[in-house]
């Protein structure tokens, strides 16, 4: 599977964005599609997540009430609606795809295998 995200962007403090992440290949029921952030000199973290057929999201403390993850099955599509952006949340944005965790959500990146290119993210104060 490969993964394309887009959407990324300068915004002010305050402002909104929509990232998108296409897959070009097969998404199978029990996997768990993610979103990830990693800003300059730090780790990968784990920013929200979405297990395809069910529709159940998960979503770090940070980001929780302020960004919304959903999915188009029939266009193979995950989405980070992301609202009252904070500086803070400056970083390149990645999508990953976690092969059937069994039920199980992952917030380590490395349990993900499969990666989209990244998307930068910029909020100006």
């Known amino acids: 599977v490969q993964l394309q995200a887009s959407g990324g962007g300068l915004v002010q403090s305050g402002g909104s964005l929509r990232l998108s992440c296409v897959g070009s290949?097969?998404?199978?029921?029990?996997?768990?599609m993610g979103w990830f952030r990693q800003d300059t000199g730090k780790e990968r973290e784990f920013v929200a997540s979405i297990i395809w057929r069910s529709g159940k999201k998960s979503y770090v403390d940070s980001s929780q009430g302020r960004f919304t993850i959903s999915r188009d099955a029939a266009e193979n599509t995950v989405y980070l609606q992301m609202n009252s952006l904070r500086p803070e949340d400056t970083a390149v944005y990645y999508c990953?795809?976690?092969?059937?965790?069994?039920?199980?959500?992952?917030?380590?990146?490395?349990?993900?295998?499969?990666w989209g290119q990244g998307t930068l993210v910029t909020v100006s104060s």
């Open positions: 290949g097969p998404i199978f029921a029990r996997d768990v």
């Open positions: 990953g795809l976690d092969r059937d965790p069994e039920g199980v959500v992952h917030i380590r990146p490395d349990e993900y295998e499969y």
